[in-house]
């Protein structure tokens, strides 16, 4: 599964898995409000173990296992994102998501009897560092997204999408550099955590 191969999500191991995410996200999404509006640390380290603190969320959050999302530090996550993480996923630091933000690594074979014995694949999807990815913005299996850049809301990204650009639409396509913006600016580093 973590290879990109074809796999059964029915295996014993996996199905436990994702069981233990859902009780994990059950307790996390269903917690008193709290003044920050974040969850409980601890059960999102445990749901998230691979995340970097400070890591703001905002429940309802959805995911398929938790350990396979790879998060720097102070991501921003909104209301009712879901990330399906039967491949890794990795988020660079200082990225935001609005509201109802999906990522897929989760895909199916084109062969309808290949679909019909349960088997599946997942591609990793990376996001860099900077980034702010629209409300309701959709990212497909295997995507890359470059530093600095931003996804309008509602976008479906099929593509790899370059360093320091503004992308939107169905599929979505780059419709600004922001490369002379930032640099203007002051482009903040990439740091690696």
Known sequence: ???????????????????RARELLHRIN?????????????????LLPNATPPLWLR????????????IGKDVFINFNCVFLDCA???????????????????????????????????LAISIGADCWIGGSAVLCPGVTIGNRCVIGAGAVVT?????????????????????ALNEQNGRPKVDAS
């Open 30 to 46: 269903n917690q008193p409000p709290r003044e920050c509006s974040c969850p409980d640390e601890v059960l999102v380290h445990e």
């Open 159 to 179: 593509k790899d999408i370059p360093d320091d650009s503004v992308a939107v639409g169905n599929p979505a396509r780059v419709i600004r550099d922001l490369t």
């Open 1 to 19: 599964m973590l290879r990109g191969d074809v796999y059964l999500a029915s295996d014993a191991t996996l199905t436990a898995e994702r069981k």
């Open 59 to 70: 429940p309802p959050f959805y995911c398929d296992y938790g350990y396979n999302l790879h």
């Open 88 to 122: 890794p996923i990795t988020i660079g630091p200082h990225t935001q998501f609005g509201p109802n933000g999906q990522i897929y690594t989760a895909s199916h074979p084109l062969s309808a009897a290949r679909r019909r014995d349960a088997h599946e694949l997942a």
